[in-house]
């Protein structure tokens, strides 16, 4: 099996690792954030990855930038491809470069739209009917990299984040379990995206989801509470 490097730190990087491991691969190394503070006792806690990499014996790297040293460790490891999901950080061009395969990098929405950070509430905030997960080949343009597979999801008018996000985290990790042996044979050619229908989507503020009962319609307010 062609080594590869799993770059993740949150559960929804979990549950995609999670799935990996269940299918048979086994990253050489996992790159995670360094432990945070959390909870009211602003303990030092590991990162979901972080703990089931080590529960499976994978080597754990938890750089607080991907400077030169990091850059070091990681080309050491000599990887012909990467797996990004929900890392937390910028991967810097020469490190995408690294890979002769690429980075492949899970994207919760329909790519070109929504590219950035809040892809699932920004559909909610839109009314959309559908969404769906795109597997992307990584490169430096935040979410721009060719399509190597995407399927759509029907959003139900009664669900919240909290139904939404799960089911794109498991419809993004069987996507790339099924695809990933199909794209290293080469028999899949990923496929530029079309800039002409990108849209973006950034972090939003808690005063974004403030109801203003007062001048904005049901309908508005509905969206915002998903």
């Known amino acids: 099996m062609q080594k590869f490097i799993f770059l993740g730190t949150p559960h929804v990087a979990e549950e995609t690792l999670r799935a990996l491991l269940a299918a048979g691969f086994l990253p050489s190394l996992v790159v995670t954030n360094p432990d945070r503070p959390a909870g009211r006792g602003r303990v030092m806690t ?33 990887a012909e491809y990467a797996i990004c999901v929900a890392y937390g950080k910028i991967i810097p061009e020469r490190v995408i470069k690294l890979y002769p395969k690429g980075i492949l990098n899970i994207h919760y929405s329909l790519l070109p739209k929504y590219r950035g950070a809040t892809p699932t509430e920004a559909a909610l905030l839109a009314g959309d009917a559908e969404t769906g997960v795109t597997i992307q080949k990584m490169v430096y343009e935040l979410d721009a990299g060719d399509v190597i597979a995407q399927e759509k999801i029907a959003i139900e008018p009664t669900w919240t984040v909290r139904e939404l996000r799960p ?27 079309d800039r002409t229908l990108a849209s973006r989507c950034g972090k939003f503020a808690k005063t974004d989801g403030e109801l203003i009962l007062s001048t904005e319609n049901a309908t508005d307010n509905w969206r915002k509470y998903r």
């Open 167 to 193: 089911k794109l985290i498991e419809l993004g990790a069987r996507m790339l379990v099924t695809v990933l042996p199909k794209y290293l044979a080469g028999e899949i050619t990923p496929q530029p995206q």
């Open 46 to 78: 590991p990162s979901p990855v972080r703990v089931l990499a080590e529960a499976n014996g994978i080597p754990v790297y938890m750089p607080e930038m991907l400077d030169d040293e990091a850059f070091a460790h990681l080309a050491s490891v000599e």
